[in-house]
């Protein structure tokens, strides 16, 4: 009981202090109020599904400084925007070139259960993201072609099955994607090469 | 469970993509999202096996980007080799510069630190020094 009165007061003490402390600094240094702000900033950044790319220091500093005279929040609803403007975009200039879709931590771990003893530079982490983007805009646009030929307003399943058995390019893609049949046509096929095995 | 989502890439990711690349009409099932994660884990799979065969046959170690746009070319992917190696190029612009950048400010920091030391002794207020030990802050932080 005697501990909890203490605590108000303790805490009453360091609001003191900090408002007797803040008109001092406000003065001189209005950008010491920042050093809670960019640490949020980060942690929103790092929470995105995809990486943030390669930033530009000159901006970063810059919108630290721009902090101090606006408030936290819109500016990171803003640079949230901007990322994901910069990510919707087409093929840009040099900065949307860096941007990477995909975690590059996924990437990694994908490429060392195919083999773990190869090292791997931050080339080819890079690259492979980029080149797995190309190929799902790719395989989703011929995906999309198929769905348009049958018809259909979504792209399904089956669209991209024919896709993957149609094309050449596509083959390595036959097992995982493989074409659904009816398990009536499966059975005769298994009674088939059963017969003709015996 | 959780391992395979592991070994995916996330379907969110996947299905912006997707959804960025159809008109604004079309749709995408469920079903065809997991598919793509499916399929864009095969991919790269594909990629760096044919790229790490290439190494093993050289007695190279190391998979670096060259041979992943090499492996890109061989298994038919010509158009994306093309591009990809234009984006290899960028990267390791963005990295030279990135790389300079930072020597730059730490460079700074040195030299800031410096002046403070040499004025902390002098003036033991610093209202004018102040901001540049924000500054330093934010710069350290970044890093």
Partial sequence: MASSSKKPK????KKEKSKTEKPEKKASTPQKSNKSKPKPDKSRKKSSNGTPGIPDPSSSTESNENKTQKNVKPNNKRKRKEK?????????GGGEATVC???????????????SSVAISQDVVFLVN???EMFLEKFSEDGYKCSVKDRKKSLSYKHLA????????????????????????????????????? | MVDEQ?????????GRIMKQILPPSAKVSKEAKQTMQECA???ISFVTGEASDKCRKENRKTVNGDDICW?????????????????????????????????????????????EESSQDQQPHQQADVPSNSKLQVLEFSH
């Fill in chain 1, 10 to 13: 303790e805490e009453n003490k």
């Fill in chain 1, 84 to 92: 994901e403007e910069e990510n919707g975009g087409g093929g840009g």
């Fill in chain 1, 101 to 115: 879709r995909f975690p590059m931590n996924r990437i990694k771990r994908i490429i060392k259960s195919e083999d």
């Fill in chain 1, 130 to 132: 980029k080149a797995t």
């Fill in chain 1, 162 to 198: 024919t896709v993957a058995h149609e094309r050449k390019r596509y083959d390595f893609l036959s097992d995982y994607v493989p074409q659904k049949i009816k398990a009536e046509d499966a059975l005769k096929e298994m009674n088939s090469t059963e017969t003709g095995k015996g």
């Fill in chain 2, 6 to 14: 592991e070994r995916l890439l996330p379907i969110a990711n996947v």
């Fill in chain 2, 41 to 43: 884990t095969e991919f």
């Fill in chain 2, 71 to 115: 492996a890109l070319g061989a298994l038919g992917f010509d158009n994306h080799a093309d591009a990809i190696v234009r984006y290899l190029h960028k990267f390791r612009v963005a990295e030279r510069d990135k790389a300079a950048q930072n020597k730059a400010s730490c460079s700074r920091n040195s030299q800031d630190k410096e002046e």
